[in-house]
């Protein structure tokens, strides 16, 4: 879509949090793959949360960068 000439993108802080939510995507595919142990406050987290992790961070990337894709 054409603004005034130039090509409309995407606004700064929606690019910032596609590549937030993608990186943490990453880490947590990466945790999934290696086992890397995280101990928050002496309580171990299982390595499954990061599945929920890297669905909920991944989808909400997703969904921003399609969101804006189609403006």
């Known amino acids: 879509m054409r603004e005034r000439g130039r090509v ?3 606004k700064p ?3 910032i ?3 937030v939510f993608s ?3 990453v880490l947590h595919l990466l945790r999934l ?8 406050v002496g309580f171990t987290v299982p390595v499954w949360f990061s599945a929920i992790g890297f669905i909920i961070a991944a989808g909400l990337a997703f969904l921003l960068w ?3 894709r189609g403006k």
């Open 8 to 10: 409309r993108g995407m």
């Open 13 to 15: 802080f929606t690019k």
């Open 17 to 19: 949090a596609i590549v």
């Open 23 to 25: 990186l943490v995507a």
């Open 33 to 40: 793959i290696f086992g890397w142990e995280v101990i928050v």
């Open 66 to 68: 399609r969101e804006n």
